[in-house]
C-alpha cells in the first residue's frame, strides 16, 4: 500500500477546486516519483472564500484534517499559504503587494454601485472557482492580511522554509503587485528562480521546475524526465 503524501494548494484570486495548475500537478506529480518508492502524493486544492478572515479559518480546518507536508501558493493565494506556519512553502508568483491594491479599493466599495461594478470586471470563470464580491469589509481585510503573513517571514522571525518562483514576463511585475524585491527584502535574495514565462505558470514550467522543486523539499527522489 502506497504511503499517502498530502500537498495543499492555495489557489489564487478568482481561482478554485479547478485551478490549472493544481490540475497539472496533480495529473502528472506521482509520474516523477520512482514506482517502488511506495509514495503517492496527493494534490488538494479547495476553493475558498475571497474575505481573507473567512478564508483564514476554512483554511486552518484543512490542513487540520489533511496534515499536508508541504503547502503551495499561488498568486494572491500566497498571503494565506504563507501564513500558515510549521509546513515548508513553495509559491508561484507570489503576489505579495496585491493586497495594498485591495485595500485603496476599499473606499471605492462605499460608493454606491461600485461593488456591482467591480464584481462585474474581476467576474471568475465558470466552474468551482471563487466568487469576487468587492465589498468595503471584505477589502479593508486585506492589509491587515499582509501584515499577518509576512510576519510570518524570515525577516520578522518566521522559521519556515520559503521558496518562490517567478515569470520573466509576468504583466503584473509593471504595477509591481508581483514585486521581486519585496519578496527579496522578507524572504531573502536566495529563496527564489525565475522562469521564461508568465504570471500564468505553464506546463512545461511546472513541469520542469515546480515539481522537481516539491519533491527536492520532501526529501523524494525525481525521475528525470529528460528535458520536460
Same mark, same amino acid.
Not at 524572504?187 to 521546475?209: C, N
Given at each position: ?21 493544481? @490540475? ?29 478572515? *473567512? ?7 484543512? *490542513?487540520?484534517? &489533511? ?11 500566497? &498571503?494565506?499559504?504563507?501564513?500558515? %506556519?510549521? $509546513? ?6 507570489? /503576489?505579495?503587494? @496585491? ?10 466599495? &462605499? ?6 461594478? &467591480? ?30 503573513? $509576512? ?12 521558496? @518562490? ?25 536566495? /529563496? ?11 506546463? %512545461?514550467?511546472? $513541469? /520542469? ?6 519533491? /527536492? ?12
Amino acid at each position: 500500500m502506497p504511503s499517502d503524501i498530502n500537498i495543499l494548494y492555495i489557489h489564487g484570486m478568482g481561482g478554485g477546486g479547478d485551478s490549472r495548475i493544481p @490540475a497539472i500537478l496533480k495529473q502528472n506529480i506521482n509520474d516523477f516519483i520512482p514506482k517502488d518508492s511506495g509514495i503517492y502524493i496527493n494534490v488538494v486544492v479547495r476553493t475558498y472564500d475571497f474575505d481573507p478572515e *473567512v478564508a483564514r479559518t476554512q483554511i486552518a480546518g484543512w *490542513v487540520e484534517e &489533511l496534515r499536508p507536508a508541504l503547502i503551495a501558493g499561488e498568486s494572491l493565494g500566497a &498571503l494565506n499559504a504563507i501564513r500558515i %506556519e510549521g $509546513l515548508p512553502h513553495i509559491l508561484v508568483s507570489p /503576489s505579495l503587494n @496585491a493586497p495594498l491594491y485591495l485595500g485603496y479599493l476599499a473606499f471605492l466599495a &462605499l460608493i454606491p454601485g461600485m461593488t456591482w461594478i &467591480l464584481d462585474m470586471i474581476y467576474r471568475p470563470k465558470p466552474g468551482d472557482r471563487q466568487r469576487l464580491h468587492f465589498t468595503f469589509r471584505t477589502l479593508r481585510h486585506y492589509r491587515e492580511h499582509r501584515r499577518k503573513a $509576512l510576519s510570518c517571514s524570515p525577516a520578522n522571525g518566521g522559521k519556515d522554509y520559503f521558496y @518562490a518562483f517567478f515569470g520573466e514576463y509576468d504583466h503584473y511585475c509593471k504595477s509591481r503587485i508581483v514585486c521581486r524585491d519585496t519578496w527579496c527584502r522578507y524572504f531573502g535574495k536566495d /529563496s527564489f528562480e525565475t522562469y521564461p514565462g508568465t504570471h500564468f505558470m505553464e506546463e %512545461e514550467y511546472v $513541469l /520542469s521546475r515546480l515539481v522537481p522543486k516539491i519533491l /527536492s523539499v520532501l526529501g523524494i527522489d525525481c525521475i528525470d524526465k529528460g528535458g520536460v
